[in-house]
């Protein structure tokens, strides 16, 4: 359903779909006495890329953090599939099909490929639809040709790719991205670009966070802008990249 203009800004408020995957609504949290977020509310819907943009320390990390239930939110409510999960660990969140992939991409520089696949096992259960990590691996063509090569001797960019191998090994039907194409060069941040695209068709919705508005205008459907904690803007690429406004003064992006 496409809400009509009138109530476009009460939707804004309450988040956007109608019968959404994931749907944060309120949300506050931040690190004992600091608040960070005030009030967060967005959406996935089923087959979405949606991306969260915005500068340094506004808070993205923050609030990923927050779905998948590694910081412990004041307020506010998240549900995944309808069900609330506000109130679960990361472990019981990532059984429901919730992947996530920090910024730090912490793979294991000791253990190889295969190895690394294999432990994102570890984090599936019998309610999670847990892939084979050789499907998995298929997938990735730069990782699929070298299982034994050590997390150690990948680049960058391999790692970001057995970072989100390893995450989709677990299971996922809701992928949450933490920059994912941070410190790559342009042909791998394609590369990365190319493997969320791919994701995606196969019917894994995306979160992403970027700063890199390029990045996020290429890959999301919507996007939502955070600037200190709140939401301050919401739109669609075509209606974002016009925004003079918004991109200059929450994004840093001169036009
Ligand atoms: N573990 C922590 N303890 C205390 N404060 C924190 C912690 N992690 C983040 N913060 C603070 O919370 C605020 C939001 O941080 P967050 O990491 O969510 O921002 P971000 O939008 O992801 O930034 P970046 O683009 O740099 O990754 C910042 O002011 C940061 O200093
Ligand atoms: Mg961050």
Redesign the pocket.
Same mark, same amino acid.
């Given at each position: 359903m496409t809400p009509g203009e009138s109530d476009r800004s009460d939707r804004l408020d309450a988040g956007w779909c109608d019968d959404p995957l994931l749907d944060v609504a309120d949300l506050v949290a931040?690190? *004992?006495a #600091?608040e960070? =977020?005030r009030g967060v509310s967005l959406c996935v819907g089923e087959g979405e890329v949606v991306s969260l943009v *915005? @500068?340094?320390?506004?808070?993205? #990390?923050? #609030? =990923? @953090?927050a779905i998948v239930g590694n910081v412990a939110p004041d307020a506010g409510r998240v549900a995944f599939r309808g069900e609330d999960v506000t109130r679960l660990s990361t472990e019981e969140t990532v059984r429901r099909n919730v992947a996530f992939v920090p &910024?730090e991409r912490r793979i294991f520089p000791g253990l190889t490929v295969a190895e690394n696949l294999r432990i994102g096992r570890l984090g599936g259960s019998d309610t999670a639809r847990s892939r084979d990590p050789q499907d998995v691996l298929a997938e990735f063509e730069n990782l699929r040709e070298h299982p034994d090569r050590l997390g150690s001797a990948l680049s960058g960019g391999e790692q970001q790719m057995l970072a989100i191998a390893r995450a989709l090994v677990a299971g996922a039907d809701l992928l949450l991205l933490? &920059?994912p194409t941070e410190g790559l060069a342009p042909f791998v941040v394609r590369r990365v670009e190319d493997l969320v695209r791919n994701l995606n068709d196969e019917g894994i919705s995306v979160l992403l966070?970027e700063?890199n508005v390029q990045v996020a205008l290429e890959l999301a459907d919507r996007h939502y802008v955070?600037d200190r *904690?709140e939401i301050v803007y919401h739109g669609t690429s075509d209606e974002l990249r016009e925004n003079d406004e918004v991109m200059d003064r929450h994004l840093g992006v001169t036009t």
């Open positions: 931040g690190y *004992g #600091t960070v =977020l *915005g @500068r340094n320390g506004a808070g993205k #990390t923050t #609030t =990923l @953090r &910024e933490d &920059e966070v700063q955070l *904690g």
